[in-house]
């Protein structure tokens, strides 16, 4: 839900990260992989839950950050975490440039426009995360980062900026890459799935199931499985379209079987159509398939942020880097409290830094 349109409410810090937060002793950083964060909507959650994020043990020495948005607010949230990084200014085209090891590198590119009000949409809080949004690409278009991870944004704020068509991070980023085809994958401990369409009415969803978006689906997933999570001759399940798939409209035979048995003939571990209630229910049961291709975004969605919603994960396949985020909102309702749960964060972090780092054979 990190791009719907009602932020979701995220759940009350329990307690906070374990210590220690100090700065990491000084060592060779240079095989760390560098990583952009935006800090998503300043008048949500977004900066106090990549201050959080920092802070979680172990991380700092993982990766070099780079973070993204209002720096002041960066740092005001950094000492609400009690995390003992300092944060050094940095421009776009030298973002590491003079940045110790345990140093928070930081670019403002929304300087100057207002800071909002926690709690509540608007066009400059859409503004600032759009710059953001499109600092962290500029990074990457570079070759300056080797992935980012974004914070939550409001549909709203950003159309309210001068967007009227933006529909998520998702879509925007496939189209600022040069309209490549993505899917958004949602993963966390016990379930992963890839959808094969995204943020549309659910009326428009079967106008958009072909044979070849399915297939391209499948392709993507066994992709990330195999060459970003080591999972050997992964196995997929695909979900039907419509209930008990070939009793009720067409699409389940015209679209979703021939994807299947292409991407099969292309020597894919790939099963189905099954029927979404069933398929889920079983998972929960055996584990049987590393992953599910669903049709439409609640299809999926549902059966996973019920199971692991705390700690579940928002990939963009498709793109030329890595791009995850948490799987929540901007949850205007508690931001500027203290009270944001980072577990989503920390764990869209964690996989960013475990997907940008070299594989060792």
């Known amino acids: 839900m990190s791009d719907t349109k009602k932020p979701a409410r995220a759940k009350a ?4 990260p374990e210590a220690p937060k100090k700065a990491p002793a000084a060592k060779d950083t240079a095989n760390l992989p560098c990583i952009a964060i935006t800090m998503g909507d300043p008048a949500g959650i977004g900066p106090e839950i990549a201050a959080w994020a920092l802070a979680a043990p ?71 995360a759009m710059a953001a949004i499109d600092a962290a690409l500029e990074l990457t278009e570079a070759g300056h980062v080797a992935g980012m991870v974004t914070g939550p944004i409001s549909k709203a704020a950003v159309q309210m900026a001068g967007n009227p068509r933006f529909t ?16 958004m994958m949602m ?15 659910l009326a428009e969803v079967p106008i958009w199931i072909s044979a070849e978006s399915v297939f391209d689906t499948l392709r993507m997933t066994d992709g990330a499985l195999a060459m ?33 048995k ?20 079983r998972l929960v049961r055996d584990q049987s398939y590393h992953a ?16 692991g919603l705390e700690r579940a994960v928002n990939v963009t396949l498709g793109l030329p880097f890595v791009r995850t985020s948490p799987a929540h909102g901007t949850a205007y309702s508690i ?18 830094i475990k997907w940008t780092t070299p594989r060792t054979p």
């Open 13 to 16: 810090k329990k307690s906070a």
């Open 58 to 128: 172990g991380v700092m020495k993982s990766f070099r950050p780079v973070v993204i948005g209002p720096t002041g607010l960066l740092r005001q949230e950094m000492e609400r975490a009690g995390a003992d990084f300092p944060v050094r200014e940095v421009s776009l085209d030298a973002p590491f440039e003079g940045v110790a090891p345990g140093e928070v590198a930081a670019i403002d590119p929304g300087h100057g426009i207002a800071l909002p009000t926690p709690g509540a949409a608007s066009a400059d809080a859409g503004r600032i």
């Open 168 to 183: 998520g991070h998702t879509e925007y980023l496939g189209v600022r890459c040069g309209h490549v085809p993505v899917r």
């Open 187 to 201: 993963t966390c401990p016990e379930l992963t799935v890839t959808l094969v369409t995204t943020h549309m009415p």
């Open 228 to 260: 970003r999570m080591g999972i050997s001759n992964p196995r997929i399940a695909v979900c039907g379209l419509n209930p008990h798939p070939g009793e009720f409209g067409g699409e389940d035979e015209q679209h979703i079987v021939p994807a299947i």
């Open 262 to 281: 292409k991407a099969q003939a292309a020597g894919l571990n790939v099963e189905g159509p099954f029927s979404a209630d069933i398929l889920f229910a």
């Open 292 to 307: 599910v291709v669903a049709m439409y975004h609640d299809q999926g969605l549902i059966p996973l942020k019920v199971l």
């Open 335 to 352: 931001a500027g409290k203290g009270k944001a749960d980072p577990s989503s964060m920390i764990a869209a972090l964690r996989t960013a």
